[in-house]
């Protein structure tokens, strides 16, 4: 079984709160990593790429631990527009290829005023 | 800017009818991908294409079939829908050979009744 496991939530949260999402993945082999987010009745679309060294995109920050196979996401001073569903994504490789992108289920963010 | 284009937005079936979903890319991406969306479930793979000519099973294949009809299009048939198949179809794309970001549809809302 492909697995990519976050905690569902729902996080509720007040306005510039800091507010931290883990996810954990299965296949030591994966590489690439990401975090998507999904608003309610709308596609998923990338947030951002996480990379080894970890990183940063305004109030986002990234980071990847192999060892443990763990990856987080931390939303600093958060806005009411940052409510949504934010999937990790991992890639499953086979065959010596990158393989397909495996999504957990989410993690829903509620931030109120 | 179009992107990833799926029709149709929305449908409601009778259980035992068919249908097709349409996706149609215009980013040169040589892989493509359907997945479905269920509540507490997330984003499962069901069929996916790696390249023009090609297409393989995903997560959760059964009750469906795919054609790879050109590299732009890929299209999802419903032979003999049931209620469990009631779900919240993507079509997404990415480039070949690399778990790079995809790009998502606008989803369709199927109901089997």
Not at chain 1, 15 to 27: D, K, L, P
Not at chain 1, 74 to 98: E, F, H, M
Not at chain 2, 42 to 47: F, N, T, W
Request: hydrophobic fraction near 30%.
């Amino acid at each position: 079984r492909k697995e990519v496991e976050q905690d569902p939530g729902p996080f509720n949260v007040p306005e510039g709160a800091t507010v931290a999402f883990n996810c954990t993945y299965s296949n030591s082999a994966s590489q690439s990593f990401f975090w998507y987010r999904q608003d309610c009745r709308k596609e998923p679309k990338l947030l951002m790429s996480v990379y080894s060294s970890g990183n940063e995109d305004g109030r986002f920050t990234a980071q990847l631990n192999r060892a443990s196979q763990y990856i987080s996401l931390l939303i600093r001073d958060s806005k009411l527009s940052d409510s949504a569903t934010y999937l990790c994504v991992v890639n499953w490789p086979y065959g010596g290829s990158q393989g397909n992108l495996i999504f957990g289920k989410g993690t829903k963010l509620s931030v109120k005023p | 800017n179009a992107g990833v284009t799926q029709t149709p937005k929305f449908q409601v079936l009778k259980t035992g009818q068919s249908m097709t979903l349409q996706c149609a890319q215009d980013m040169n991406h040589n892989s493509m991908y359907w997945y479905r969306q269920d509540p507490g479930m997330g984003l499962r793979l069901i069929y996916y294409s790696a390249s023009e000519g090609t297409t393989d099973k995903g997560e959760v294949p059964n009750g469906y079939n795919v054609s790879r009809l050109n590299k732009r299009e890929f299209s999802l048939r419903l032979e003999s829908a049931a209620p469990s198949q009631t779900s919240v179809y993507f079509c997404a794309s990415s480039e070949s050979g690399k778990a790079t970001e995809a790009f998502f549809g606008q989803g369709t809302r199927l109901t089997v009744v």
